[in-house]
């Protein structure tokens, strides 16, 4: 196994771990402390036009597909 | 005929929607515009295609308009409408090997690509389910779609599960690379996915998604060819591919002010494609929140597919084969740079989201592919 494969999967699993530990805390933000959530900045793709043409962009020239932006191949002829 | 499905049943709701409009007089609106939330955006795009394929090389540019609509019927019910049409501009796929030969293509100058949809959608405060339907094409490819999506938040909001199932299918129009037809093939793609979104502080949220696609049918391109010893072939693919993805997201708040997200996807699929993708982004409000600035950097690292190669030599025992640059083995690098002008600025409208946005983008990658957009959107609610 290559270094760099190696260090993908342990960046991977480590970030696994985290969604892991996410899940298990279970940690309740009160609503009134939510505000600053509301906002475009923290919104993940809050701009969901921008995030169309990329995703799109991207999907039909790499060869991977889903995760960013996109929900997955379809509507083109591309790979 | 899917597409011609699709834009009928598109008109249908649009005929309901204006009739349903007449209702909200008795609920106290003004008209059926409240509420109604608009997304439009001009794009234009260009790429510079610099040896991925020592034969061909694929320079273009496309204007592109978006337009999302999404209208309450009721306070937990809308109706939402996507449509996108892109015009290539100018486009010209150089096989300097065959000059001669003129035929259509897809993506040609002048070629019109259209994408539409139109969906149901019941939030609630706890959870939600939505299903759209849609039709795009161009001469070369049409394709009908279908989609259903559902969510559901615990713990006060804090953690969100959601669910979408999207399948197409496709038909291609078989136009070879040396101009003849063969007879119109089928595609069918499946895409699921599973997503959790967990807000862990008052500054901080985290986002997981897992994707899963099958596609079946013709998944070649159908222009694609490949060299075999010097003379020109088709590309010859599988008729299945089984693609997974999982992606990790974190925004981090800075103070009042600021904010970071960092992401990461692993890609896998069964004709040997790995991909590993990281994205940053670093935003900044300025000026009283009145504009925020999103900085931005994408990698895209992939190994390339088992049956690609630059060129091949004569082979009885070879099934599959493909020179398509986008499946090579290759580094995408992404910058993007994006000002978002709030609404407060036209109107006296407080929405923490939205506004008119300006956004450019470059992307460069390792085998010879140069491309650049720029975006003009805007996004209020009536």
Redesign the interface.
């Known amino acids: 196994m290559s270094p760099?494969l190696m260090a993908?999967?342990l960046?991977?699993l480590l970030?696994?771990i985290?969604?892991a530990s996410?899940?298990s805390?279970?940690?309740?933000?009160?609503?009134n402390?939510?505000k600053?959530?509301?906002?475009?900045?923290?919104?993940?793709d809050?701009?969901?036009?921008?995030a169309?043409?990329?995703g799109k962009?991207?999907e039909?020239?790499?060869?991977?597909?889903?995760?960013?932006n996109s929900?997955?191949?379809?509507?083109?002829?591309?790979? | 005929m899917q597409l011609r499905q699709s834009l009928a049943f598109a008109l249908a709701t649009l005929i309901t929607l204006s009739a349903a409009g007449t209702g909200y007089a008795k609920d106290g609106k003004k008209s059926w515009l409240d509420g109604m939330k608009v997304g439009v955006q001009l794009g234009y795009f260009n790429q510079v295609d610099n040896g991925s394929i020592p034969q061909l090389d694929e320079n273009g540019s496309v204007f592109q308009a978006m337009l999302m609509l999404d209208t309450p019927l009721t306070k937990e019910d809308h109706i939402t409408i996507r449509a996108i049409l892109d015009v290539i501009s100018s486009a010209s796929i150089v096989r300097d090997h065959n000059q001669s030969w003129r035929a259509l293509q897809s993506e040609a100058t002048g070629d019109v690509h259209f994408d539409g949809q139109v969906g149901y959608r019941h939030d609630d405060n706890v959870w939600g389910v939505g299903t759209h339907v849609g039709g795009s094409g161009d001469f070369a490819y049409q394709s009908g779609a279908f989609g259903a999506d559902g969510w559901v938040s615990f713990f006060e909001k804090d953690t969100t599960l959601a669910y979408s199932l999207e399948g197409y299918y496709a038909s291609l129009q078989m136009i070879r690379f040396d101009g003849h037809y063969d007879p119109a093939q089928t595609r069918t793609t499946l895409t699921q996915a599973l997503t959790l979104t967990q807000v862990l502080t008052p500054l901080t949220v985290f986002y997981l998604a897992l994707n899963y696609t099958h596609q079946d049918g013709f998944l070649a391109g159908m222009f694609n060819s490949v060299f075999i010893d010097g003379v020109e072939a088709v590309e010859n693919l599988p008729s299945t591919r089984e693609r997974g993805s999982a992606t990790v997201r974190v925004k981090q708040g800075i103070g009042e002010d600021q904010a970071l997200e960092l992401g990461a996807r692993e890609y896998f699929d069964d004709w040997g494609l790995l991909a590993f993708t990281a994205m940053s982004t670093y935003s900044l409000y300025l000026f009283e929140h009145m504009l925020l600035i999103d900085l931005g950097y994408r990698y895209h690292h992939q190994a390339g597919l088992d049956y690609y190669q630059k060129s091949f030599t004569a082979d009885p025992n070879r099934v599959f084969q493909t020179s398509d640059a986008d499946l090579a083995p290759l580094d995408g690098h992404q910058g993007t740079l994006r000002l978002t002008f709030s609404n407060e600025l036209f109107s006296k409208e407080t929405s923490e989201t939205g506004g008119v946005t300006v956004e450019g983008d470059y992307y460069t990658r390792s085998n010879g592919l140069d491309m650049m957009w720029l975006l003009l959107g805007y996004r209020g609610e009536f």
């Open positions: 760099a993908r999967k960046l991977v970030l696994g985290l969604a996410t899940l805390a279970c940690v309740t933000v009160r609503f402390e939510k600053r959530l509301g906002q475009e900045a923290m919104i993940f809050a701009n969901p036009l921008a169309q043409m990329s962009i991207a039909s020239r790499e060869g991977a597909i889903g995760g960013f929900g997955g191949a379809g509507g083109c002829g591309c790979n």
